[in-house]
């Protein structure tokens, strides 16, 4: 017998048609499903009710894997091959992993392996990636999803932290695909708790998202705009979160109490009773903690709200710190945030709830729970994405931090798709060669603010080869940029008269960091005027360089066409702009160039006759096309100090050229 | 002619409708399509139409309309779970046939 969901007015799916989605949030410690049904959002429970879903993975010797609570209880037990927080591994080296173990003062039970791109653990299964660990969890996640929904799922929402880089998000999408899942798209997970609140439906503005995790903060400003979300700033504490605050009344009970040294065994109890009473705090105003050791001692001792805010204020302390880097980095005042959500259970303490209100002047967003809200979010962007809600053709966006584009001869940027484009995008431009017969281009992917290369970031480079043989200009290559819906960039260039292709996937090993692309942008706006001037000295060089190696060429072929004086005065003329290239006046260059265009003329004229003549004697076009590019094919390596001969010049026809074509 | 909702179910309309923020209660209906000739359908009302009937079940209006009514009459609308799986269940008296996933039926 089947089960039904309630469907919005007109929109009851067909029979066996109903696409099924969900939301994932893919945390450090727990995972968390969720989906929308009958119009409301749910996280599904396991069999025996429970909400969360332990990210803890273990493998066993017959190469199977337990994962979630089963998993879990093994830790202490197996811990070579229990593996836990595998998130922070995503994407990362080796030598990132050490740096994290120094920065959090611990010891990894487990035995990596280098490998490029990312580090791997050996385990008595085999030696796995953080990747297929990862995947282990989003199978389980994926059971449970179609275990209620009773059918297979059309497509996920992952969450993701705003600040995960490329490389990160990529192996988090390798994950999902190899746990059979359809990624809809990966969603940042401020972004993902701001929409489990509505805020995609509020006003305009900005929003604060302050994620106080057991072991982790985080906090996010976003900007949202036209129903996009559009992170501002980032940043947090990776070794700041509830356990802190539970190590903060374990010590006062140690210290209340007078207690000798403990056993592992009375720690570990006193400990859970601790927990409890911060737990019990959030909601009343005395706790109780009383422990009975195994020295027959009895601890019986009452924590009252305010000596827990004493105790922890400097711990609340340091994330508003944090919260005030950030505002800073974003250039915006606490005034100018028009809401502040709250995720993480550590956010249900109410000094926390109070300082975050203090520190914005407004009360938090707090009804949902703190520790749903984004696997929430994650299960209602699925929700639209699958088309459950056809009626609304809105979609949530993110968009591309800093713009791409590709380098032009002179070590200029292109861009392409310019900062803040909502993605998914597709761009494309036409670019043309630069030297006669130029039979490869070699296509320089960028990314950032800067007018010249050399400040940008380097993304990729490939090269397209095969390009037939035509005078510079000649060729139309377009260049198209397309960014999936996760952020990833794949650049295609297509040489439009033979139609050779060659084509890059950008993923690079490591991303930029929001306070990189920060500095980057930062950068770019107290040098927008030298550049702008540096830009247009180098593009009055290459034009120059182009100038005389187009005239050069010329005069090589039909040197007979002139009388000595001509050539002698042409050839002073190329001599000028040459050395004048070398320096960096603009004006000087500009005009030697009119100088030799000028003294080029009459023997252009004459070309053109000849030209005619030999058409008219019945020889083809492309011939003389091929006899003109007769010259060995030019290489795509730079073979001079300034002009590297392979990149693509702007086309010469500017309104093709400057206009970035939208194609989607 | 009646439809009715059990309790539970008129709880879980009422929390959704509460939660949805707008709507005036549950549409149940039929229509021709599926493998077995007809199917259900379930959704929330924003608008009553014409030749509707109201039927109120534990606090909640239920809309059928007059072509679905035969079809429906005497259905009581349940809430249930399968394993992990909850969700609305209509117990029909008209039914002849289903098919396997009772997702379409015929009378």
Redesign the interface.
């Known amino acids: 017998?089947?089960?039904?969901?309630?469907?919005?007015?007109?929109?009851?799916a067909?029979?066996?048609e109903a696409r099924l989605a969900a939301g994932i949030d893919l945390g450090t410690t727990n995972s968390l499903v969720a989906t929308v049904?009958?119009?409301?959002a749910t996280v599904?429970?396991?069999?025996q009710g429970r909400p969360l879903l332990p990210s803890i993975v273990r493998y066993l010797p017959d190469g199977t894997a337990q994962v979630g609570y089963e998993a879990g209880d093994w830790q202490a037990k197996d811990p070579r091959n229990t593996i836990v927080s595998v998130k922070r591994f995503m994407g990362r080296g080796v030598r990132d992993i050490a740096y994290g173990e120094a920065l959090h003062g611990e010891m990894l039970p487990y035995e990596f392996v280098d490998a490029p791109g990312m580090a791997r653990l050996r385990t008595c299964a085999g030696v796995k990636s953080p990747v297929e660990i990862s995947a282990e969890i989003l199978k389980a996640a994926r059971a449970?999803a179609e275990?209620?929904?009773?059918g297979e799922l059309a497509g996920v929402v992952i969450t993701v932290p705003a600040y995960f880089d490329d490389a990160q998000r990529q192996a988090t999408r390798d994950a999902a695909r190899l746990a059979g899942l359809n990624v809809f798209r990966l969603l940042n997970e401020p972004t993902a708790a701001a929409i489990a609140y509505g805020l995609d439906n509020a006003a305009e503005g900005i929003y604060a998202v302050y994620d106080l995790g057991g072991g982790t903060f985080d906090i996010s400003i976003l900007k949202l705009s036209r129903g996009v979300f559009e992170v501002l700033a980032t940043g947090g504490d990776s070794a700041l979160g509830g356990d802190d605050f539970d190590q903060r009344i374990f010590c006062w009970v140690l210290e209340e109490a007078r207690l000798p040294p403990l056993s592992s065994e009375d720690a570990r109890l006193i400990m859970v009773r601790v927990r409890e009473a911060k737990e019990f705090l959030s909601r009343h105003d005395k706790a109780p903690i009383t422990v009975k050791l195994s020295s027959g001692l009895t601890v019986d001792l009452t924590l009252d709200a305010r000596t827990f805010a004493t105790i922890t204020e400097n711990l609340v302390a340091r994330t508003l710190r944090a919260v005030k880097k950030a505002l800073r980095d974003a250039k915006l005042l606490p005034e100018e945030v028009k809401g502040v959500v709250m995720v993480g259970g550590s956010t249900r303490m109410p000094q926390v709830q109070r300082a975050v209100a203090g520190a914005f002047g407004r009360q938090p967003l707090n009804n949902l729970d703190p520790d749903k809200v984004v696997a929430l979010g994650a299960a209602i962007q699925a929700n639209l994405l699958v088309g459950n809600r056809t009626g609304e053709d809105w979609l949530l966006l993110d968009v591309i931090p800093l713009s791409l584009g590709l380098e032009t001869m002179g070590g200029l940027t292109e861009k392409i798709i310019p900062r803040n484009a909502a993605i998914p995008a597709a761009r494309a431009q036409e670019f043309t060669t630069f030297r006669d017969g130029q039979a490869a281009m070699s296509i320089h992917v960028v990314q950032g603010e800067r007018e010249m290369v050399a400040d940008c970031r380097s993304l990729a480079r490939f090269e397209l080869k095969g390009i037939p043989p035509m005078v510079a200009g000649a060729a139309r290559i377009r260049v198209t940029f397309q960014v999936d819906a996760d952020g990833l960039l794949s650049v295609r260039a297509r040489e439009e008269t033979a139609g050779v292709e060659a084509e890059v996937t950008v993923k690079p090993s490591y991303g930029l960091s929001d306070d990189e692309i920060a500095a980057m942008l930062k950068d770019s706006a107290a040098h927008a005027r030298e550049d702008a001037q540096r830009r247009a000295l180098k593009e009055a060089q290459v034009e120059a360089q182009r100038l005389i190696e187009a005239t050069e060429a010329a005069l090589r072929e039909d040197v007979r066409l002139l009388a000595a004086e001509e050539i002698a005065r042409i050839e002073t003329a190329i001599a000028r702009l040459q050395t004048l290239i070398l320096g960096d006046n603009r004006r000087e260059i500009t005009l030697a160039m009119d100088d030799l265009a000028y003294e080029t003329q009459e023997f252009a004229r004459r070309r053109m006759d000849q030209g005619i003549q030999r058409a008219l004697a019945g020889k083809r076009v492309e011939e003389l096309a091929r006899g003109a590019a007769s010259a060995p094919p030019m290489p795509a390596e730079p073979s001079g100090a300034f002009a590297p001969s392979g990149l693509p010049a702007p086309s010469a026809s500017e309104a093709s050229a400057s206009r970035p074509e939208k194609t989607t | 002619m009646s439809i009715t909702l059990t309790e539970q179910a008129a709880q879980h309309v009422a929390r959704y409708l509460e939660k949805r923020g707008k709507g005036l209660g549950l549409r149940l209906g039929v229509r021709t399509s599926g493998c077995s000739g007809m199917a259900y359908k379930l959704e929330f009302v924003d608008e009553a139409q014409g030749d509707d009937e109201v039927y109120e079940s534990h606090g909640v209006k239920v809309f059928v309309d007059a072509k679905s009514l035969p079809y429906l009459d005497g259905t009581e609308l349940d809430y249930g779970r399968e394993g992990l799986k909850e969700g609305f269940r209509f117990n029909n008296p008209n039914i002849r046939n289903q098919c396997g996933c009772g997702e379409s039926f015929s009378v």
């Open positions: 017998m089947t089960l039904f969901q309630i469907s919005e007015p007109g929109e009851s067909a029979p066996h049904k009958s119009g409301m599904l429970n396991d069999e449970r275990a209620h929904l009773g």
